[in-house]
Structure formats: structure tokens, C-alpha cells
């Protein structure tokens, strides 16, 4: 089991990141950065751990050295629930484009065929439109898929 000081060295190093950036990027003040470092301060609160521990997208127990880094499951609930939204978002504007874009693409190509419409994109190019919308939900499903495995 590691103990803060190297944890905080470890990363620090891995992220190539100073104690005066660390202190900068978190609001910790740089002597209390320095003095987790070098393991002077024993009893670290808890308001100064959780800043380091979010920073670097690690739990306050992995940043103390109780849990192996290589642990780390760096997406909290909020944060998988916020990315969930989002694809049930992207899954029903594509499902709903996946359903008229065969109809509009068939009006494109009668509209170009009756002259109706001078600017001419490719006919061969139209069907792609209904293909990468299907590509897009199936990938949305199968991100889903992988987010609520981790879960």
C-alpha cells in the first residue's frame, strides 16, 4: 500500500504537472500541495484531498494509496448519466432522420428530375445520408451499451 506523498509524486509525474500548477488548477495552496508531497502533513482534511482527487480523476482513497490506481473508474453516475441523456438525445434525431430521409431523398431526386431544383448533388451520394444516419444509431447503441456495462 502507497501512502499519499508518493501517490501525489506519482501522479504529478505521470501528468507532468508542477506543485505550483497542481495548486493553481485546484485551489489548494502551494505549501499545502509541497507539504503532501513530501509527507509532512499526516492527516491531510478532507477539503484539500477532494479537489487533488478530482483533478486528477481519481477517488480520495486511491489518492491516500488504500486503493491501487489502476482501479481507477474515472466516470462517476453524473457524469454517466449526463452522457446516457445525451445519446438517448443523438438515438432519436437519428432514428427519426433514419425514417424520413428515404422520403426526402426520393423528393430530392423528383424535384432535380422536374428541373424543379438547379443546384444538383450527386444521386449516388443521397443514399449515404440514410446509411451514416443508421451507422450513428447503431454506434449511439452500442456506446450506451458499453457506458451501462461499466456501471
Do not use: C, W
Amino acid at each position: 500500500m502507497e501512502n499519499l506523498a508518493s501517490v501525489l509524486t506519482h501522479l504529478m509525474s505521470k501528468n507532468g504537472i508542477s506543485s505550483a500548477e497542481l495548486a493553481r488548477k485546484t485551489g489548494v495552496t502551494q505549501p499545502v500541495v509541497y507539504r503532501l508531497m513530501t509527507g509532512e502533513t499526516e492527516n491531510p482534511q478532507i477539503l484539500t484531498l477532494k479537489p487533488i482527487a478530482n483533478y486528477f480523476g481519481i477517488s480520495i482513497e486511491q489518492l491516500l494509496g488504500s486503493i491501487p490506481l489502476d482501479n481507477t473508474n474515472t466516470m462517476d453516475s453524473m457524469l454517466l448519466h449526463n452522457i446516457n441523456t445525451k445519446l438517448s438525445t443523438i438515438k432519436t434525431i437519428a432514428s427519426v432522420l433514419e425514417d424520413l430521409l428515404p422520403g426526402l431523398v426520393d423528393g430530392y431526386q423528383k424535384a432535380v428530375a422536374a428541373n424543379l431544383i438547379n443546384e444538383i448533388v450527386s444521386a449516388e451520394i443521397l443514399p449515404l445520408l440514410t446509411l451514416n444516419t443508421s451507422n450513428l444509431l447503431k454506434t449511439a447503441n452500442q456506446i450506451q451499451e458499453l457506458l451501462n456495462s461499466k456501471q
